[in-house]
């Protein structure tokens, strides 16, 4: 066959695409058997930590990022944006993970089959130090395991880690850190579980617990809406995290918030039997006061009307003291005037010295001497009335 009628039999751009598929067959086949070598394992130096999940290597004098296969670890939140659930501990996964890996070490990469990550980063295993960094971030609870794993045979060493972290509290399972769904919700449990045992004993003691269980009960029932906002079978965060949790902290919460609404119908129902007994203890009291101020305003009535009748005899008794002052009085006074009356009398009428000196004295007589005069009767007879008169004046 002539070179002629080869070239009728082949057309010229049959050849080209021939040899244009042969050459990039060539080419799948050199990248294919490029990737296998990088896909088996290949040491590197970190230069540097940029999350709890990313670092970046140099590798043969060419920068890599790679991402830790088979985890998702909590990123810082961005600069100005709120932070959200996923954000979760962000820093310190990255703490930790700089912890482990510091600029300058040597580590060994694992790829996987399919070693493509995430914005355009690398899957691989971390290894450093004789220990596998991708286990170390998830057992310190500042990752958790993919449910799908890029290396299966790793995927139980992962759930084991995991479950030594929620064990032990730690990271994403720690109780008190605000963020977590064990540090969310056990606020609430401590409130309700730490609640003091009922016994009041007034009406006003048990309107205070009744406060106390209320909010407890209230915080309890804010605490429960936490689970709604997490899909057990999703892929976040949070439902890589904390799904598994789920039933039983539901199952802790809703205990405690059926002990505290038994505690809180309970505390009603005694608050009600005191109040009606302190009614009727205050009833009871203001009638025994009832009867003290009118048995208070009786007396006082009795006390008044005493001194009344005392204030009346203190009178009759001054009126009658008056009177015999005044009596005497009167009498002292008729006797001033008897006696005065008596005294002028007295200067009136002329004494028998005064009469024998008024009349004339004939001239005696040897022979007419009479004998001495006794006083006449008249004169003590005129006497007599005034001396009986002083006698009983006297």
């Not at 021939?18 to 394992?41: D, E, H, N, W």
């Not at 590197?44 to 709890?52: E, I, L, P, S, Y």
Request: contains cysteine.
């Amino acid at each position: 066959m002539t070179e002629q009628q080869t070239a009728r039999r082949f057309p010229v751009p049959a050849i080209i695409a021939f040899v244009l598929v042969a050459a990039l067959l060539l080419t799948l086949a050199v990248l294919s058997t490029i990737k296998s070598v990088r896909t088996a394992a290949s040491d590197a130096t970190v230069v540097r930590v940029q999350d709890g999940q990313t670092i970046v290597v140099n590798r043969d004098g060419t920068e890599e990022t790679v991402t830790l296969a088979g985890v998702l670890a909590p990123v810082p939140a961005g600069e100005g944006k709120e932070p959200t659930v996923e954000n979760c501990l962000g820093e310190e996964s990255t703490a930790n993970l700089s912890g482990l890996l510091e600029p300058g070490d040597t580590v060994r990469l694992e790829y996987p089959d399919d070693a493509d990550g995430p914005r355009g980063t690398r899957l691989a295993l971390v290894h450093h130090g004789g220990r596998t960094t991708n286990t170390q971030q998830v057992e310190a609870g500042l990752a958790v395991p993919l449910r799908e794993q890029p290396m299966e045979h790793f995927g139980t060493e992962l759930r084991e880690a995991q479950e030594t972290a929620r064990t032990e509290g730690g990271g994403l399972y720690s109780p008190g850190e605000p963020c977590t769904l064990a540090g969310r919700i056990a606020p609430a449990l401590t409130v309700l579980q730490d609640l003091p045992e009922a016994h009041p004993d007034s009406s006003g003691t048990a309107d205070t617990q009744i406060e106390a269980v209320e909010a407890a009960v209230e915080e309890g029932i804010s605490a429960e809406k936490v689970f709604a906002t997490i899909d057990p079978e999703g892929s976040s965060l949070a439902s890589l995290a904390w799904g598994q949790d789920l039933p039983r902290m539901q199952d802790r919460l809703n205990g405690a918030l059926s002990s505290a609404q038994s505690d809180l119908d309970s505390l009603r129902s005694t608050r009600d039997v005191l109040l009606t007994r302190e009614r009727e203890e205050q009833a009871r009291k203001e009638e025994e006061a009832r009867k003290a101020a009118a048995a208070a305003a009786a007396e006082a009535e009795r006390q008044r009307q005493e001194a009344a009748a005392a204030a009346q005899r203190a009178e009759q008794q001054r009126q009658e003291e008056a009177a015999q002052r005044q009596r005497a009085q009167e009498s002292a006074k008729a006797k001033e005037s008897a006696e005065a009356k008596e005294s002028a009398k007295a200067e009136e009428s002329p004494t028998p010295e005064e009469s024998e000196s008024a009349s004339p004295t004939p001239s005696p007589t040897p022979s007419s001497t009479p004998p001495p005069s006794s006083p006449s009767p008249s004169s003590e007879s005129a006497s007599s009335p005034d001396d009986s008169e002083s006698e009983s004046e006297g």
